[in-house]
């Protein structure tokens, strides 16, 4: 059964981030700094990771990604997207090309995968496994694993892999950056899992490498602007045609990871008013026409015509301090702005207005220490998406205390992009 927008809006149960470890190590102030000024270890380990091997393997990824599989080589990962008729998002994740007919999928995206195996025509061999995922993030990241590794990282291109040693075992070691740095994804088997983590911070202990904890785990992909599923957008799953499979997927999820819930001034009627497209969110150069897939021809459309772009706001200091200074009012307050970001597992999604007209909505909402800033993202309508123009957000839940709170349009990333810098000349 599809739920109703009043059932999404209580409180998910029992949340609270507890994939990343420890909320904080040192303190998320000093931790939200390490991928400016040195460099982080954190551990996305609960990423699922599907498998997928045969001669139809390439063919089923292009038939259910907006990506082009022409000229895509071993050695390659890439940003897989996964779209229905309409061009929404149902799921998004990493795929990187282990053989000539061997794919290994990171994140929810392989649950569709392997439910497109089973209701499908293709000869593949669907596998889940069990790998750590440790990203090393910031500026002195290549150092960090290269004196772990013993060996120089400096010819790994970007969303290029290779395989190292590190204490001992075979590492498989991404050049991406989630933060906006450069960083290095390192996958392997969890069984030596611990050993890895612990020569990365053996070797990085000089560099003043720092473990990510939850609280500022979510604080790089918003300055850095990567949206991310549940918290910018809710999967487009909830439609009829997807009720098996979304059956499927929330029977094989842990709890945390079939939290739908939404909270916040926007007043969405259905749950379909959340999803999001590719286009939107920023990914317009992954899509790629060169094949059929789920999703073409809406995206086709929304390509040559898009309706909304996605932007920064950073929200006025002196209006925010007031939703804080509420609690010390009398009456009931504003609801609490988490610092410094929500842990509780909301899509939490505030109107944007531009003289009182809706123009967009606000998610990821959180604190920059490193700008001193309260920032979040925004899906705005592109006729109105000027870089300095200042809107209105509407702070609080519908039928509650709501705050007005200024901003203004910034770009995404609101942090430099240097994920690709040449690392020949560090």
């Not at 907006?66 to 795929?95: C, M, P, Q």
């Not at 702070?395 to 203004?408: L, V, Y």
Request: aromatic share 12%.
């Amino acid at each position: 059964m599809i739920p109703t927008i009043e059932q999404m809006r209580k409180p998910p149960v029992g949340y609270f981030n507890v994939r990343f470890g420890q909320p904080e190590y040192t303190d998320w102030l000093d931790e939200s700094m390490s991928w400016k000024q040195t460099c982080y270890i954190g551990d996305w380990s609960f990423l699922w990771q599907r498998r997928l091997r045969g001669p139809d393997a390439a063919r089923l990824l292009s038939d259910i990604s907006v990506n082009s599989f022409a000229n895509y080589a071993v050695g390659r990962s890439k940003h897989l997207i996964h779209t229905d008729v309409n061009g929404n998002i149902i799921h998004e994740g990493v795929l990187s090309k282990l053989g000539e007919e061997d794919f290994m999928l990171f994140g929810r995206g392989g649950f569709w995968a392997d439910y497109c195996v089973r209701h499908g025509n293709y000869d593949v061999e669907s596998q889940e496994d069990d790998w750590f995922v440790f990203q090393v993030s910031g500026p002195l990241a290549i150092h960090v694993v290269e004196k772990a590794a013993g060996r120089s990282m400096r010819d790994v291109k970007f969303m290029h892999f290779d395989v190292i040693k590190i204490a001992g075992h075979d590492v498989w070691a991404l050049r991406q950056g989630m933060a906006g740095e450069i960083g290095y994804e390192l996958q392997g088997p969890k069984a030596y899992g611990q050993e890895i983590y612990n020569a990365i911070l053996e070797a990085g202990a000089e560099f003043g490498i720092r473990r990510l904890g939850a609280r500022v785990s979510g604080v790089n992909h918003l300055e850095a602007c990567f949206p991310t599923i549940v918290v910018d957008y809710l999967p487009a799953i909830f439609e009829p045609e997807m009720e098996d499979y979304r059956n499927e997927f929330e029977a094989a999820m842990p709890a945390f990871a079939t939290t739908f819930n939404v909270a916040g001034s926007f007043p969405g009627a259905k749950v379909s008013d959340y999803y999001r497209n590719p286009v939107e969110l920023g990914w317009s150069k992954v899509i790629k026409f060169d094949h059929d897939f789920v999703g073409r021809t809406a995206l086709e459309e929304l390509v040559a015509n898009p309706r909304r772009t996605i932007r920064t706001l950073v929200w006025n200091p002196e209006d925010v301090a007031d939703v804080y200074m509420s609690l010390f009012r009398e009456g009931e307050p504003y609801p609490v702005m988490e610092l410094p970001r929500d842990q509780r597992g909301y899509m939490w999604v505030d109107e944007v207005r531009l003289n009182g007209n809706v123009i967009g909505a606000a998610t990821s909402r959180g604190y920059s220490y490193f700008f001193r800033e309260m920032i979040s993202l925004a899906t705005i309508d592109v006729k109105h998406a000027e870089i300095g123009k200042a809107v209105t957000v509407i702070w609080g839940n519908p039928g509650g205390p709501q705050k007005e709170i200024r901003a203004t349009i910034a770009p995404a990333p609101y942090k430099k992009d240097n994920r690709r810098l040449d690392v020949h000349r560090l």
